[in-house]
C-alpha cells in the first residue's frame, strides 16, 4: 500500500523521474517532484490529476541548502517524508583522454554529490522517526566499466557503495535503502554528450531496443510497496539482448 505515502523524486522534471511520478500517482501517495526546470514540473503536475496531491519544488541537487529546502517544504505540506527517490542525474559520456573536465566534475557533483545531499537534507526525520526509505537511481554501469564511461561508471559505483554503506550503518532501524540499476533506457539523458567520437560511434546505434521509462517506474513502485518488514535493496533491469 503506497496511498497517502509523502515522496520526494528528484530529477522528476523528464525521464524515469517523470515516469515514476505518474506510477506512484496512479496508486495514490503523495509527491513533491524537484528538478531545476520547473515548467517541465508544472507541466507534469498538470497532467496528474487523480486523488494524490501532487506539489512542484524548483532544486539543484548540487546545493545542499536546496535540498534541505525541499525537504522542509515536503515535511510542512505532509508532515512527512516516506520516502526519497534520489533519481537527479547526468551522464555526458567521454573518452579520457579528451579530458572533458568540467563534464566529470559535473557528474561527480550531481551523481555522488546530489545523493548525499538528499540523504542528508531526510535522514535526522528518518532517524527521529525510525522509518524511511531512500531510493537511488543507479546503473547498469555500475556492474560494467565500458569505453566512454569510466567517470558515469564511477559515480554510480559510487553510488552502489554509498547505498551499501548506510544499510549497514542502518540495519536495526526502520529506514530502508533501494539501489535501482536500470539498462538503457530511452530517455533525454544522452543528450548532454559533446564528446564529437563518442557520438560518432553511437551513430551505429544499438543491437537492441532501450527499455521506456515506464519500465523502471514499476521497478520504483516494487520497492515502495512492499511491507516494512521487507527492504528491497537493489534491482536491476536491463532490456531484453543487452549484454
Ligand atoms: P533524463 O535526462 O530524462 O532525466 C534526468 C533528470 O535529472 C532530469 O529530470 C533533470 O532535471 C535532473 N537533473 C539533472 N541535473 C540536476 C541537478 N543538478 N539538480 C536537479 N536535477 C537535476 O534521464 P533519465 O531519466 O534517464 O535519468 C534518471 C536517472 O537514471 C539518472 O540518475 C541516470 O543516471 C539514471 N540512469 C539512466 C539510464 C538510461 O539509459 N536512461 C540508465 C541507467 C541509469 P532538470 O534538468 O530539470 O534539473
Known sequence: MIQNKSIIITGASSGIGA???????????????????????SQLQAELTGEGKVFVFEADVTSLENMQELA??????????????????????????NKKIAEWYQMIDVN????????????????????????????????KVFPGSAVYSGTKHAVHAIMQGL?????????????????????????????????????????????????IADAVYYAVSQPLSVDVNEIVVRPNHQG
Do not use: C, W
Not at 19 to 41: F, T
Not at 181 to 186: D, F, L, T
Open 167 to 215: 544499510k549497514m550503518e542502518m540495519a536495526h532501524t526502520n529506514i530502508r535503502f533501494t539501489a535501482i540499476s536500470p539498462g538503457a533506457v530511452a530517455t533525454e539523458l544522452t543528450d548532454s554528450i559533446t564528446d564529437q567520437d563518442i557520438l560518432d560511434n553511437m551513430k551505429e546505434g544499438m543491437p537492441f531496443s532501450p527499455l521506456d521509462s515506464e519500465n
Open 72 to 97: 522542509a517544504f515536503t515535511l510542512k505540506t505532509y508532515g512527512k517524508i516516506d520516502v526519497l527517490f534520489n533519481n537527479a542525474g547526468v551522464m555526458p559520456l567521454s573518452y579520457m583522454k
Open 19 to 41: 515516469a515514476a511520478a505518474k506510477k506512484l500517482h496512479q496508486h495514490g501517495a503523495n509527491l513533491v517532484l524537484a528538478a531545476r526546470r520547473k515548467e517541465r514540473l
Open 112 to 143: 555522488i554529490k546530489g545523493v548525499l545531499n538528499g540523504f542528508a537534507a531526510v535522514s535526522d526525520h528518518m532517524l527521529e522517526r525510525n522509518e524511511g526509505h531512500v531510493i537511488t537511481t543507479s546503473s547498469d554501469a555500475a556492474h
